[in-house]
């Protein structure tokens, strides 16, 4: 949805009409108007109930963050459809996709391959360990399966301190999947 957001396809907006009708006046309603104008008014409204157009995934967070930014500023999205401008992952689109395409091919068990050294690079960036990204991905409930959050060694730390417990659930184990300079 969102590789198709960015060619600039829109949807209606998800708005209601949040006018109060009393239950005598929706009885009147039903009264005195047919089914078939009911049907028809449904029809209409399900088109586009508010007039107003809006991307398909707009509500969603940008995927990059902006480099410009510390990861702690806030970045408030002024148009009142989501919540935040900020993004959550260091990645441009194209190296996002590129490593999304290579780790599907990777799906079956038998077959390893080798990570290009293009993806190298990007997970490196990111702190993860090559070797280990397939097996992070693959077989994300053996190091996250029963935690309550998931990322680096460091991050999972933190959020135990955070909630006063010393440790979480695959902590240690996720320790190999991770370079050591992974913050």
């Not at 949807?11 to 006018?19: K, N």
């Not at 990322?151 to 440790?167: E, I, L």
Request: hydrophobic letters at 35%.
């Amino acid at each position: 949805d969102r590789i198709q957001a960015e060619r600039g396809e829109q949807i209606s907006s998800a708005a209601f009409d949040l006018v109060n009708v009393s239950a005598e006046q929706a009885g009147k309603h039903l009264r005195e108007t047919s089914v078939a104008d009911r049907k028809q008014r449904r029809r209409a409204k399900r088109r586009n109930p508010t007039g107003k157009q809006i991307l398909r995934d707009c509500w969603l967070a940008p995927l990059t963050q902006s480099e410009r930014k510390m990861a702690d500023d806030p970045e408030v999205h002024r148009q009142g459809v989501r919540a935040s401008d900020k993004g959550f992952l260091g990645l441009a689109w194209d190296q996002y996709l590129a490593l999304l395409r290579w780790t599907a091919e990777q799906r079956s068990k038998g077959q390893v391959a080798r990570v290009p050294e293009e993806l190298r690079g990007i997970l490196g960036a990111l702190g993860i360990e090559a070797s280990m990204w397939r097996d992070l991905v693959w077989d994300y409930n053996r190091y996250f399966g029963r935690s309550t959050c998931a990322g680096s060694p460091q991050a999972m730390s933190a959020d135990a301190q955070r909630s006063g417990k010393r440790h979480r659930s695959g902590q240690r184990l996720v320790r190999e999947c991770f370079s050591v300079t992974a913050g």
